[in-house]
Structure formats: C-alpha cells, structure tokens
C-alpha cells in the first residue's frame, strides 16, 4: 500500500484506540517512519496494540524541573502518546537560548522518539538522545535540520533503568556534547545503522509500496471501523453544510 493510505488508516485506527487528534497525527508518523526506514515500525507497534486496545490513554507528568533538566513520569505507557510531550517541552526550554536535559521514566517503545526528534530538528535545533535496549545502549544524534539520524548501538558503561529515555537539546551536537560530557559517556561501539541504509530503505518503500502484515492490517481494519460512522438518511443530509 501507499504511504498515504497507510498514514490515513493509523490516524484512524489510533482515534479508535482513544488518541487524541494531535496525538493520533504524531503516532501515525512515528511508525509510517519507522517502517519506511527500515526500523521495523510494524513490528513495534504490534508490541504494544493489545496493551493499547485495553488501557485508556494516559500522558507522561511532570516530576521534576529545574532551570535546565526535566524528568517526566510516562506511567508505563508508549511513546506513541508520550514522546511528543516529551520532545516539545524540551524543544521549548531549549528556543530560550540554552540546552536542556530531558529523562523520560517509565515508558516503552523509545524507539518511536526518532520521527519526533527529526521533526523537532527542523527548527534548527540538534538532539542527543539514548535509552537501554536489551544489554546495550541505543545513541540517536540528529543535526539541526537534518532529516535523518545518526543510529549507533554500545556496550553500556552504567547501568540505565531499561524503562528510561534521556534526551538532551541545544543549538548544535557540539554545545550538547559539551555541556553534558559527563552523561553522554559510552562504552565500546557495537553497531551503526547507516543514513544510507535508511534511505535505501525508504526509497524501496516509495518505489514498490510498503509491505504489511495480512493479520496487522485486519487489526487496524477492525480498529477503522470503530470511527467510521453508518451513512442514513439523516448523515446525508447534513452533508456539505
């Protein structure tokens, strides 16, 4: 299917699971992303449907603040709902003219915070994120206005609460590197997925389609018809007004 079909369908699908309309918009790009990048965005968002389809929507709190560092509280849920909370409260500290520092606890599925991170870019802003993934430690740095990132996996030096996100802001890698030297130390590099890689990938994704899943696409199927309202008489009627 198009990648146009396929965003319309999430929104829906994401609507009937309880989202709200700027939270649906975002989580349908975060996993048409994914997916057309080569980040496997179909096989997360299968991770995590039946704990979606079965809890009400909830939003990450605000725990702590200080003049520069944030920490939020996801209360166990995706970064499909979360990660934009996330990223624009940082975003926003950071247009005031200093880097900010951002932990997100308890949340899953982090690696959707890429699209957001590349979105949030655009504004000329760079991002230095990370987050444990199995007994490794996933690095996501994104350039001001670039339009992808740069994905590396290491070993990990501390030990980072696997249900935790760090994200850390500022006008360019360089300034972020410097003012967080201390928590943005790594171990040895184990793997790098290239920027050529995703391309690839995503051109493959524009030029054939994208490939989905028979039993996903009767779920999101099942989850659209939830929103779709019957056409009667009286919905006709009202039409173009």
């Known amino acids: ?17 309880g989202f709200q309309p700027g939270d649906y918009y975002d989580a349908a790009d975060m996993v048409v992303w994914l997916e057309t990048h080569g980040f496997y965005g179909f096989d997360r968002l299968l991770a995590v449907l039946a704990y979606l389809n079965t809890t009400a929507p909830v939003h990450a709190e605000l725990v702590q603040e200080d003049v520069h ?14 990660g934009s909370e996330a990223v624009d409260l940082i975003r926003a500290q ?18 959707f915070i890429i ?3 590349i979105k949030a870019a655009q504004r000329n802003l760079a991002f230095v994120a990370y987050w444990r993934q199995l007994d490794c430690c996933v690095k996501v740095s994104v350039k001001p206005g670039a339009v ?3 994905y590396q996996t290491f ?14 802001c500022g006008k360019s890698i360089e300034a972020i590197e410097e003012q967080y030297a201390a928590e943005l130390e790594f171990g040895t590099l184990v793997d790098t997925f290239s920027t050529q890689e995703m391309t690839d990938s995503y051109r493959n994704s524009v030029e054939e389609g994208i490939e989905i899943d028979e039993s996903l696409w009767e779920t ?3 989850l659209v018809a939830r929103v779709l309202v019957e056409s009667t008489d009286s919905s006709r009627a009202g039409a173009g007004e």
Do not use: H, W
């Open 94 to 111: 950071v247009m005031k003219g200093a880097c900010a520092g951002l932990e997100l606890t308890n949340c899953y599925n982090r690696t």
């Open 1 to 17: 299917m198009s990648k146009n079909e396929l965003t319309a369908s999430l929104k829906k699908a994401f609507e009937a699971l």
């Open 148 to 150: 992808l990132p740069e």
């Open 220 to 222: 999101l199927d099942k």
């Open 69 to 82: 560092n944030f920490v939020l509280d996801g209360k166990g849920t995706s970064v499909l709902l979360c």
């Open 155 to 168: 070993t990990m030096l501390d030990v980072i609460d696997p249900q935790s996100l760090i994200i850390f």
């Open 115 to 117: 699209q957001r991170l």
